[in-house]
């Protein structure tokens, strides 16, 4: 019995001890502290697309800016700044106001004619709205203003934020001060909103998105990708462009590698580091730095770690990014110092335990923490499914807030069937005093399949006004002029028809719809009532098929419902140069992230089955207007003339129409061999071929218009191209010549005889 008892003893010994270490390492895997680094966003009204400064003046007194923040977490050190300058011939009668989300929160008399202006709303210790102005500023007057944003709700998404340029007006002498001489200007670069939050605060998918940067970074697991790796970054990537982002992609760098050190910070704890110090003093430069080692790229991931937006936004396969990061790290010689500068903060020790599986091990989209900060991990066996889901909620989203074209329908009266889309259902309501306006965006890309906008069926209620005049109504589109009217009064609608003519047209094109109240004579236009104005719902836009595609937007419709993206193998082994000039030109005919196939070749031809945007890859049959060789760019048009013939010109990017068993696409190539990494998305719109470089189109044309032909190059031509290009006019002149010619031969014939008489 005694040996039994001892077996069993020992057995029961060993599953307490096995428990034991079970539940220690659990405990310890568990309650491993977790990194907590603040996150910082920063968005400029440049970020938003807007490049020029803007003034605020009699046509326009008032500008609001609709800017995107988080949802759903707690945002701290929130920070926005507006600066610019302003001009008022009148001191003391001028006044800026700044309205957030339509409160009132701060207002101040511009004293001087001139001066620049600083306004700082900030949340700074629970402390209310306070006013310091520097009197020793001169022009640039500073003014701060502290607010605590944090218990100001945003609006479906958005921070409102409204700026009031207000001034003095006559009404005796019916003299508007808001005209020339009076404007206040408003930086776009400088005028921003800031805000931190903490990583750990993001706890699902739909919050993560409304935290992205506008330069959002997606990190490859490698060079190197699998055609599904390629396809969900590519999806992933077109997903949030056309959420209004400008993605990025980077890879873990290599010994030989340039690198970027932009938005690096600089701490005399990280001078501490020697192994930190030489990509420092790049950063602080800003200049570009060389990977001489491997510890150098450990340098760049930690600095990168410690930027505002951290090393990446989302990453592709976490899985295998996780072992590069981890081998990566592993190559610092100074892991010791950071740990002891940064341990609680980057967690170096538990590095190989960032961009874990979430508790649903299946999920394809789920997310994660890289250091401390949230990151949209694309994963599982099937990662294009998840990147499929992150592109459809965002365009449920967008189709849900934005001010856009309704879904195609039949029209009501049953005699005519055209297709049409209608205009937006929530256009609001007018208040017309001078003038006011709407504008939609219509965008080729997103019409059904195949058709494109032939006219506008506008309908419109006016109320009458206290001076009896009708207020007119003006179309324009893209600043075109198409039509105007005066509106009825009388409680009947308008119906205003206003048919779109071909130069009219772009990519993407704004619908604006003016009003206007006319002044009768001896009265001023704010002496009156305001009178309500508005567009009905009942508004469509009518479209038609697309004949032929001549143009190159004239193709996104097909595009970007069903098309399909032709790469050669070559490109999944380098991605991160490929993936951006891909994306970019995606982007700019309007392709988005569901509605193409990626096909990979590994030969120089393919046949294409339906729409297509060929990389390299000749469709077969097709004609061509351009061709590539040896670094030299030649352009032919129609007839097969030599128009453009040329050498040295960098790295370019041709992209032609063409047709292959009439299917429409796009053929790109590049000239050198190798496509420009385009520094954004490219303007396609007019013309069947373009030429871009990396800071986009430099060159769009027409080659089947022969007024186009001969723009391109004016040298080393024949008489035969020159009469080809000028011969209506050639003719005329020698019709006219000849009389001439002839009577100033018969003079001198009769002057040499008269003289040997």
């Given at each position: 019995m005694q040996p039994k008892i001892n077996i069993m003893t020992r057995l029961i010994f060993v599953m307490l001890?096995?428990?034991?270490?079970?539940?220690?390492?659990?405990?310890?895997?568990?309650?491993?502290?977790?990194?907590?680094?603040?996150?910082?966003?920063?968005?400029?009204?440049?970020?938003?697309?807007?490049?020029?400064?803007?003034?605020?003046?009699?046509?326009?007194?008032?500008?609001?800016?609709?800017?995107?923040?988080?949802?759903?977490?707690?945002?701290?050190?929130?920070?926005?700044?507006?600066?610019?300058?302003?001009?008022?011939?009148?001191?003391?009668?001028?006044?800026?106001?700044?309205?957030?989300?339509?409160?009132?929160?701060?207002?101040?008399?511009?004293?001087?004619?001139?001066?620049?202006?600083?306004?700082?709303?900030?949340?700074?210790?629970?402390?209310?709205?306070?006013?310091?102005?520097?009197?020793?500023?001169?022009?640039?007057?500073?003014?701060?203003?502290?607010?605590?944003?944090?218990?100001?709700?945003?609006q479906e998404g958005f921070l409102d934020l409204g700026v009031v340029f207000s001034t003095q007006v006559d009404v005796t002498g019916c003299m508007d001060e808001r005209g020339r001489g009076s404007e206040l200007s408003i930086s776009p670069r400088a005028t921003r909103i800031s805000y931190t939050f903490d990583g750990d605060s993001v706890r699902d998918v739909r919050t993560l998105l409304t935290t992205l940067p506008h330069r959002p970074a997606i990190l490859l697991p490698s060079r190197q990708l699998t055609q599904v790796q390629y396809e969900a970054a590519l999806r992933l990537s077109q997903a949030m462009s056309g959420n209004g982002l400008q993605p990025e992609f980077i890879a873990i760098p290599q010994p030989g590698d340039m690198v970027s050190t932009k938005d690096m910070v600089s701490t005399s704890e990280l001078d501490r580091i020697p192994s930190l110090r030489k990509l420092l003093a790049a950063a602080r430069s800003h200049a570009d730095f060389k990977i001489a080692q491997a510890d150098d790229v450990g340098a760049w991931l930690i600095l990168r770690m410690l930027?505002?937006?951290?090393?990446?936004?989302?990453?592709?396969?976490?899985?295998?990014?996780?072992?590069?990061?981890?081998?990566?790290?592993?190559?610092?010689?100074?892991?010791?110092?950071?740990?002891?500068?940064?341990?609680?903060?980057?967690?170096?020790?538990?590095?190989?335990?960032?961009?874990?599986?979430?508790?649903?091990?299946?999920?394809?989209?789920?997310?994660?923490?890289?250091?401390?900060?949230?990151?949209?991990?694309?994963?599982?066996?099937?990662?294009?499914?998840?990147?499929?889901?992150?592109?459809?909620?965002?365009?449920?989203?967008?189709?849900?807030?934005?001010?856009?074209?309704?879904?195609?329908?039949?029209?009501?009266?049953?005699?005519?069937?055209?297709?049409?889309?209608?205009?937006?259902?929530?256009?609001?309501?007018?208040?017309?005093?001078?003038?006011?306006e709407w504008q939609i965006p219509v965008r080729i890309g997103e019409l059904p399949e195949g058709k494109w906008p032939e006219s506008f069926e506008l309908s419109m209620m006016a109320a009458p006004g206290s001076d009896g005049l009708s207020p007119t109504a003006s179309i324009l589109l893209n600043d075109n002029l198409l039509t105007a009217t005066a509106l009825r009064t009388d409680g009947k609608i308008t119906r205003i028809s206003a048919k779109i003519p071909l130069y009219s047209l772009r990519a993407n094109n704004v619908l604006k719809v003016e009003i206007s109240r006319r002044v009768e004579s001896g009265h001023c236009s704010g002496s009156s009532q305001d009178t309500p104005v508005q567009l009905l719902p009942s508004s469509y836009l009518e479209l038609s098929n697309?004949?032929?595609?001549?143009?190159?937007?004239?193709?996104?419709?097909?595009?970007?419902?069903?098309?399909?993206?032709?790469?050669?193998?070559?490109?999944?082994?380098?991605?991160?140069?490929t993936l951006p000039a891909v994306s970019a030109i995606l982007r700019g005919l309007s392709?988005?992230?569901?509605?193409?196939?990626?096909?990979?070749?590994?030969?120089?031809?393919?046949?294409?089955?339906?729409?297509?945007?060929?990389?390299?890859?000749?469709?077969?049959?097709?004609?061509?207007?351009?061709?590539?060789?040896?670094?030299?760019?030649?352009?032919?048009?129609?007839?097969?003339?030599?128009?453009?013939?040329?050498?040295?010109?960098?790295?370019?990017?041709?992209?032609?129409?063409?047709?292959?068993?009439?299917?429409?696409?796009?053929?790109?190539?590049?000239?050198?061999?190798?496509?420009?990494?385009?520094?954004?998305?490219?303007?396609?719109?007019?013309?069947?071929?373009?030429?871009?470089?990396?800071?986009?189109?430099?060159?769009?044309?027409?080659?089947?218009?022969?007024?186009?032909?001969?723009?391109?190059?004016?040298?080393?031509?024949g008489i035969r191209v020159f009469f080809q290009r000028h011969q209506v006019w050639f003719v005329i002149l020698v019709i006219l010549l000849i009389p001439v010619l002839t009577v100033l031969a018969v003079r001198e014939y009769y002057r040499r005889r008269n003289l040997k008489a």
């Open positions: 001890a096995s428990f034991a270490c079970n539940s220690f390492a659990a405990k310890q895997h568990t309650h491993a502290p977790s990194p907590e680094i603040p996150t910082t966003r920063t968005l400029a009204l440049s970020d938003l697309g807007i490049s020029e400064p803007v003034s605020l003046g009699n046509r326009n007194h008032e500008q609001h800016f609709f800017l995107p923040v988080p949802q759903g977490i707690a945002l701290k050190n929130a920070r926005l700044e507006i600066h610019g300058t302003y001009l008022h011939p009148f001191p003391e009668r001028a006044a800026i106001s700044i309205l957030v989300n339509g409160v009132a929160v701060f207002t101040q008399s511009l004293s001087d004619r001139e001066g620049g202006f600083s306004l700082k709303l900030a949340y700074l210790n629970n402390e209310y709205a306070t006013n310091r102005s520097n009197p020793d500023s001169g022009l640039s007057k500073e003014i701060d203003l502290s607010l605590p944003l944090k218990n100001l709700k945003s930027s505002p937006n951290g090393l990446a936004q989302a990453v592709i396969d976490p899985d295998q990014a996780r072992k590069v990061l981890a081998a990566a790290l592993r190559q610092i010689p100074d892991a010791h110092h950071l740990q002891k500068l940064f341990g609680q903060q980057l967690q170096l020790d538990h590095a190989d335990q960032w961009l874990n599986k979430a508790a649903l091990d299946k999920a394809d989209v789920r997310v994660s923490l890289l250091a401390g900060q949230p990151v949209l991990a694309i994963d599982g066996p099937d990662m294009l499914k998840g990147a499929t889901l992150i592109a459809t909620t965002w365009h449920k989203i967008a189709n849900g807030q934005e001010l856009a074209l309704g879904a195609i329908a039949p029209l009501a009266d049953k005699g005519n069937s055209s297709p049409h889309v209608h205009l937006p259902q929530n256009l609001p309501i007018r208040h017309v005093s001078a003038n006011a697309v004949q032929d595609t001549t143009h190159f937007y004239m193709l996104e419709s097909f595009l970007a419902h069903k098309s399909e993206i032709a790469i050669p193998s070559r490109y999944l082994e380098n991605a991160e140069q392709v988005g992230a569901l509605g193409f196939n990626l096909s990979v070749h590994a030969k120089t031809s393919f046949t294409p089955a339906r729409p297509f945007i060929a990389f390299e890859l000749k469709p077969s049959p097709s004609t061509e207007l351009a061709s590539t060789a040896s670094g030299r760019l030649i352009i032919r048009n129609g007839h097969d003339q030599t128009v453009f013939n040329s050498a040295g010109l960098g790295e370019l990017a041709v992209l032609q129409l063409a047709h292959s068993d009439k299917q429409p696409g796009v053929f790109v190539a590049p000239v050198t061999g190798k496509l420009p990494r385009f520094n954004g998305p490219l303007e396609l719109s007019f013309g069947n071929l373009a030429v871009a470089d990396a800071q986009g189109v430099k060159l769009a044309v027409d080659m089947d218009d022969p007024d186009n032909d001969f723009q391109l190059d004016e040298q080393n031509r």
